[in-house]
């Protein structure tokens, strides 16, 4: 049983530029959500996705945006990167349910030059 | 609003010593759930325990103990007999009722000296 699987694993991007990160979530899971997580802090929600639309989002700028595919993978786009955009991006998968558990993936480490 | 607090920045034990981390949540929610993950140095965060506000009931799962005080919203999370493998950065992370993100503390770095 795969568990959730995100790639790249390691991403360097120039400040404006555009970048897309991908996940797949675990076998049986229809629900993906990413956080953020900077260097020595904890992760920070970005939005949930859920049957291919944004069902919550945290406190992030539209710069961040995502999609949902009807296989539940997902991508998390980044447009007009900022050098406060480096960090950890984690995506999590969970079963549709109140307070399901997340589990997360390995992580994408984007870093903006 | 909601507010988490790990107040313990690193903790340093010798292998086999009982260790105990604290997390407080403030919020006006009654019914909320918590959950603990754990973050080792290859970064993937491992989900350990969820529990509900409204359970008191302290709980033992193998070397992971919970201890959770309503009166203080204060959850105490202990390892017992630790081990080298259990050094890792702990996270609190509470998920209110009706929402589905959790919120993440600064996290407690735990160092398991051999």
């Known amino acids: 049983d795969a568990g959730v699987t995100q790639s790249p694993t390691h991403l360097i991007k120039t400040r404006g530029q555009q970048v897309t990160l991908r996940c797949s979530p675990k076998?049986?899971?229809?629900?993906v959500s990413w956080y953020q997580q900077a260097l020595g802090q904890g992760p920070q929600f970005i939005f949930q996705?859920?049957?291919?639309?944004?069902?919550q989002r945290g406190n992030f700028p539209d710069r961040f945006s995502g999609h949902q595919f009807p296989n539940y993978s997902s991508e998390l786009n980044v447009n007009a990167l900022l050098l406060g955009d480096s960090a950890l991006y984690l995506c999590?998968?969970?079963?549709?349910?109140?307070?399901?558990?997340?589990?997360f993936g390995p992580g994408t480490r984007l870093t903006v030059t | 609003a909601q507010k988490v607090t790990q107040a313990q920045t690193e903790i340093s034990v010798v292998e086999k010593e009982d260790v105990t981390l604290d997390c407080v949540y403030e919020?006006?929610?009654?019914?909320?759930?918590l959950f603990w993950y754990k973050q080792p140095p290859s970064g993937e965060l491992v989900f350990l325990i969820r529990?509900?506000?409204?359970?008191?009931q302290n709980e033992i799962s193998g070397r992971y103990s919970w201890n959770f005080q309503k009166s203080t919203s204060s959850f105490n999370f202990t390892i017992t007999a630790s081990q080298v493998v259990d050094s890792a950065v702990y996270f609190c992370?509470?998920?209110?009722?009706?929402?589905?993100?959790?919120?993440f503390g600064s996290g407690t770095r735990l160092q398991v000296q051999p």
């Open positions: 999590a998968s969970s079963r549709t349910g109140t307070a399901s558990e997340q589990y």
């Open positions: 076998s049986g899971h229809d629900t």
């Open positions: 996705y859920y049957e291919e639309e944004e069902r």
């Open positions: 919020t006006r929610d009654t019914t909320y759930y």
């Open positions: 529990r509900n506000s409204f359970d008191e």
């Open positions: 992370a509470p998920m209110d009722t009706g929402r589905r993100a959790l919120t």
